[in-house]
Nanobody, 112 residues
Framework: QVQLMESGGGLVQPGGSLRLSCAAS????????VGWFRQVPGKPRELVAI???????TYGNSWKGRVTISRDNAKNTMFLQMNSLKPEDTAVYYC??????WGQGIQVTVSS
């Protein structure tokens, strides 16, 4: 069982950047995939970016070129660097470790 906890969310102005962190309670370097999703009320959870083990990162719509996934395996922590943020990026963001582990979510609000 792996527990995940996001941090680093909050309010950011349009055009700004934010880096989310996700601390895992266990080893994630052998996970089948690690990634980030987001959700707004009334809509399904949708992909931001995900990296399957040994493969290239897949990005959700509108995210390629604006986000980077990285991780520090020694600290069992993964990161999502988001740039050029837009008001429509406002959502709750979740980290995910395949196959079934999810963080509790963290709010990101993009507003002036």
């Amino acid at each position: 069982q792996v527990q995940l906890m996001e941090s680093g969310g909050g309010l950011v102005q349009p055009g700004g950047s934010l880096r989310l962190s996700c601390a895992a309670s266990g080893n994630i370097d052998s996970a089948a995939a690690v990634g980030w999703f987001r959700q707004v009320p009334g809509k399904p959870r949708e992909l931001v970016a995900i990296t399957p083990r040994g493969r290239n990162t897949t990005y959700g719509n509108s995210w390629k070129g604006r986000v980077t996934i990285s991780r520090d395996n020694a600290k069992n922590t993964m990161f999502l660097q988001m740039n050029s943020l837009k008001p429509e990026d406002t959502a709750v963001y979740y980290c995910h470790v395949a196959p079934t582990y999810w963080g509790q979510g963290i709010q990101v609000t993009v507003s002036s």
